[in-house]
C-alpha cells in the first residue's frame, strides 16, 4: 500500500484491524523451512554475532524488541507482538513514497539453541512470501543472526522497478546485519 504522507499511527492502528482476517498474499502453506518452486528468490543470510551465552541472551532480547530493523525501516505498532497471529506493517519511504507492508506472525522458531519468528506478507504489502528473523547458536557457541525468506514482487511498481526493489532488499539486510552486529556487541562489552 502506498501513501504520499507519512501514515499516521492511528490511521495504521485502523488499518491493522481492517487486515485481521486478510488471507496472506501467496498459496505457499510449507512454511519457511521449505520454499516454494518457480517464481520465488530463496535468501539465507547470517552474521556473526559472537560467542558464548551471553551473546545468545542479547540477541534475543534485540530481536524481541525488533532491534534488527534498520532505523529508515518502522515496525508498526511500536514493540509488536511476534505471537503467532500478531499483525505489524513495516513502513518504509521510498523515492518519496510511503510504502506500508502488512505481515501477519506465522510462528515462533524457539529451542535452547534458536529464537525468532516468522512472518507472512499480507494482500497490501509490496511482495509475497515470508521471512524469518532469528538467532542460531552452533554447538561451538558461536552466535549468528539469521535471516531466511522466500518473496516475489506483488505490486506492480515491484514488478517494473524489480531491480530497485531487490536492491532495497539487499540494502535491509545488510543494515539489519550491521544494526544487530552493533547492538548485540554493545550489549555485551565487546565494542
Not at 25 to 50: C, E, M, N, W
Not at 130 to 138: N, P, R, S
Request: include cysteine; charge should be neutral; proline fraction near 6%.
Amino acid at each position: 500500500m502506498l501513501d504520499l504522507h507519512r501514515p499516521d499511527p492511528a490511521w495504521l492502528r485502523e488499518r491493522l484491524a481492517e487486515w485481521a482476517t486478510a488471507p496472506l498474499s501467496y498459496t505457499h502453506r510449507s512454511g519457511i523451512d521449505h520454499p516454494p518452486q518457480g517464481g520465488f528468490i530463496v535468501d539465507h543470510h547470517r552474521a556473526y554475532l559472537g560467542r558464548g551465552q551471553a551473546v545468545f541472551s542479547a540477541t534475543k532480547a534485540a530481536l524481541d524488541e525488533w532491534v534488527h530493523f534498520p532505523d529508515w525501516a518502522v515496525i508498526h505498532p511500536h514493540l509488536a507482538s511476534q505471537t503467532p497471529g500478531s499483525l505489524v506493517a513495516m513502513v518504509v519511504r521510498i523515492m518519496g513514497l510511503w510504502w506500508i507492508n502488512p505481515c501477519r506472525i506465522l510462528q515462533r522458531h524457539d529451542s535452547e539453541t534458536t529464537h525468532g519468528f516468522v512472518y507472512g506478507t499480507l494482500p497490501e504489502h509490496a511482495e509475497c512470501g515470508e521471512e524469518l528473523f532469528g538467532a542460531e547458536m552452533d554447538a561451538q557457541g558461536d552466535v549468528w543472526y539469521v535471516i531466511r525468506a522466500f518473496s516475489r514482487p506483488r505490486h506492480w511498481m515491484a514488478w517494473v522497478g524489480f531491480p530497485l526493489a531487490r536492491w532495497w532488499q539487499c540494502r535491509f539486510v545488510r543494515d539489519s546485519q550491521a544494526k544487530m552486529q552493533h547492538t548485540v556487541r554493545a550489549a555485551v562489552g565487546l565494542q
